[in-house]
């Protein structure tokens, strides 16, 4: 009975740990407030209504402009890549006097993907290796016997 029992509750920890994961990320106004937006109005407006775009573009040269508010959500299993289940984009166009001129909601069902090349794409920076870190950090440890109560 009590191997039973045991195997019971190793049973139960094993299949927890397959349990489905929920990975959120951005955030989108109510629809409430999606609604009050209608084409003609300023960027201004829009930006007020709304709150701060997720994304929002440089002018291009004619003056338009897009800003964009997204969200969207991935689940996973155990030790599964996680896959995207939900989306929801909305993209706001502008003329060059920053007034609506169109607006899209994109679901996961318009998905496209985009492939980043990294010959174009510039990261900045560059990795350091264990040993770069040591010897670049060496004499920057602070061991804090300072004695704090001594004024300056």
Known sequence: MKKKVIGILLSGMLLSA????SYPAGDL???ARLN?????DSKE???????????ENTPMPDGTSFIIYAQNLKESRAFLEPKEVKRDVYVYFFNNKDILTEQKHLTLADKQS????ASQTDV???ELSVLDQIVQ???RYNTG????????
Do not use: H, M, W
């Open 18 to 21: 397959c349990g489905l994961e």
């Open 29 to 31: 106004p109510t629809q």
């Open 36 to 40: 009050a937006i209608a084409v003609g």
């Open 45 to 55: 407006k829009v930006v007020r209504v709304l709150g701060t775009p997720a994304l």
């Open 114 to 117: 985009v492939s980043y090349d």
């Open 124 to 126: 900045g920076g560059r």
């Open 137 to 139: 950090n060496f004499g």
């Open 145 to 152: 016997s300072q004695d704090s109560s001594v004024r300056r």
